[in-house]
């Protein structure tokens, strides 16, 4: 397979629900994905120089800007989201109210998304169980909100075409 470029098409934000099902939250504009280790290096006693390395503590830290995002990503961080009640926790049919609720559950999302090749290859990324320290709730002046989320996802895999 020869080198290729390759234009970054459509990643999405998704979270399971209690049924199994997996519920769009977000389409990602700005994605940075990182697979990282720790790193142990053995030295002997009579060397400088390193006789072994191991890796250890895998992780995933991923980087998202969406502008194109549904409210409930942002419940789905607090916790909870308690269908028809207003922000006061009253009666309104159509809303949903979203708050931190106390437990040490943490709510696990998915990134999923293709790149394709000027030649017509896709790549294919998933990185799973990424949770995120905060919940940003931006509003800037005079212009669309941005989501701006920063997490550490459990494990990537990658896909892509090898003729």
Same mark, same amino acid.
């Given at each position: 397979?020869?080198?290729?470029?390759?234009?970054?098409?459509?990643?999405?934000?998704? $979270?399971?629900?209690?049924?199994?099902?997996?519920?769009?939250?977000?389409?990602?504009?700005?994605?940075?994905?990182?697979?990282? /280790?720790?790193? &142990?290096?053995?030295?002997? @006693? %009579?060397?400088?120089?390193?006789?072994?390395?191991?890796?250890?503590?895998?992780?995933?830290?991923?980087? $998202? &800007?969406? !502008?194109?995002?549904?409210?409930?990503? $942002?419940?789905?961080?607090?916790?909870?989201?308690?269908?028809?009640? %207003?922000?006061?926790?009253?009666?309104?049919?159509? *809303?949903? @109210?979203?708050? +931190?609720? %106390?437990? *040490?559950?943490?709510?696990?999302?998915?990134?999923?998304?293709?790149?394709?090749? &000027?030649?017509?290859?896709?790549? +294919?990324?998933?990185?799973? %169980? $990424?949770?995120?320290?905060? !919940?940003?709730? !931006? !509003?800037?002046?005079?212009? /669309?909100?941005?989501?701006?989320?920063?997490?550490?996802?459990?494990?990537?895999?990658?896909?892509? @075409?090898?003729?």
């Amino acid at each position: 397979m020869a080198s290729d470029s390759f234009f970054g098409d459509t990643l999405e934000l998704t $979270i399971q629900t209690a049924s199994g099902t997996a519920l769009t939250v977000a389409t990602l504009k700005g994605v940075e994905i990182k697979g990282e /280790w720790d790193h &142990k290096e053995l030295y002997g @006693q %009579d060397s400088v120089l390193r006789e072994d390395v191991a890796r250890v503590a895998h992780k995933v830290p991923i980087t $998202i &800007k969406s !502008a194109k995002f549904h409210p409930n990503i $942002i419940g789905k961080i607090l916790g909870t989201e308690t269908a028809d009640k %207003d922000i006061a926790g009253a009666d309104s049919s159509g *809303n949903t @109210q979203a708050t +931190v609720i %106390d437990s *040490n559950t943490v709510p696990l999302f998915d990134a999923s998304g293709n790149m394709t090749g &000027k030649s017509g290859v896709e790549y +294919v990324v998933l990185v799973e %169980d $990424i949770y995120f320290e905060g !919940a940003p709730w !931006a !509003a800037p002046d005079g212009d /669309w909100s941005v989501l701006d989320l920063s997490g550490v996802g459990r494990k990537m895999t990658t896909s892509y @075409q090898t003729v």
